[in-house]
């Protein structure tokens, strides 16, 4: 497979409401109260389950199974030596019709001792719409809290004390927000992001009445008394996580703090002239406009808002051009490992 693929929605079902603004992005018409997730490129599956999630790809084969054939050829034989098949990257659309409950993600380390699993869920937000009187997200401690107090809150299901513990920050299209394991968070109803995360679907949930059917679904089976001790319990100054580039104005703008750059990459692409990019596995999401999209081995594609794409390492070199906005994601660069 050498040329970039457009890919349709993909939006397993989810717990909270959401959905409007992926519809008005992609010029569909809402049909789904409970949509609030794309899943673009997708070789992750919710968890649990055997092909919710999955990218389904135009020749019908999944994502998943075309890369697993062909790795070298979808990913590059350099990122091959680091993570095997895997693209190392999930990328969502998210759009937040409620406030999500509090919750946090497990580390390589604590994923592959209690699931199994080469990756954890470090995670990053590209905030591309807000709706709202007053969008937030709610990335980290505000102060040190104890183990003992946490744990009773989740016991009593204290929803005020989790919520009010945690650092509240207004946000804006171009602010782009880094999640790393174990920080508890939350996005605020009415914020519309593009998320990278790590390809899987670990979401340890403190906040589990009113959103989830069981405790289990919050810790995953492996009870909260061992989920707990993956939580970051220190203070986080939401600044140092943040990267806001709303006034960035240049044709590659880099969206996320270095400390991010592990564990993904991401640009927001607008070519004043024809942009030359390096081959790589990526994912496209056309936030406005439209333009093209040459590459090496892979031919022309037409882009216009609403396009999410992605593009084999194979595709070559490419070069994007138009009056656009593109948010490129991508895994980390060759050579980094877990």
Known sequence: MTAPIKLPANQ???????????????????????????????????????????????????LREAVSADPASWLGAK???????????????????????????????????????????????IVVGTSGDDPRVYPGFREAVSASAVDEWVREQNAEAMLGALNSVPVRPGDNVYIPAGLP????????????????????????????ASPEKGHLGIGFDTALQALDTTARDPETIIRRTGNEHESIVDLLVPESAEFFRADRL?????????????????????????????????????????????????????????????????????
């Open 79 to 125: 990122h091959v030596e680091s993570f095997a098949g895997s693209t190392a990257l999930l990328v969502k659309l998210l759009d937040a019709g409620q406030r999500l409950p509090v919750h946090f993600h497990p580390s390589n380390s604590f994923a592959r001792k209690h699931f199994d699993s080469h990756f954890g869920k470090t995670e990053a937000w």
């Open 270 to 338: 607008r070519p004043s002239a024809p942009l030359a990019l390096d081959p790589s596995f990526a994912v496209l999401v056309v936030l406005e406009g439209q333009g093209t999209l040459r590459t090496e081995n892979g031919g022309e594609l037409t882009l216009a808002k609403g396009d999410t794409v992605v593009v084999p390492f194979a595709s070559g070199q490419a070069e994007l051009s138009g009056d656009l906005t593109v948010i490129r994601c991508r895994p980390p660069a060759p050579g980094a490992r877990l």
């Open 12 to 62: 397993p079902p989810q717990f909270y409401r959401g959905g409007a603004s992926i519809a008005a992005l992609r010029g569909a018409s809402p049909d789904k109260e409970f949509g609030p997730e794309d899943w673009v490129a997708s070789t992750t599956t919710l968890f649990g389950q055997d092909e919710n999630g999955l990218t389904k790809l135009p020749d019908g084969r999944w």
């Open 185 to 212: 968070h939350a996005i605020g109803e009415g914020v519309f992001v593009v998320e990278l995360q790590q390809p899987t679907d670990f979401s340890l949930t403190i906040e589990w009445r009113d959103f989830l």
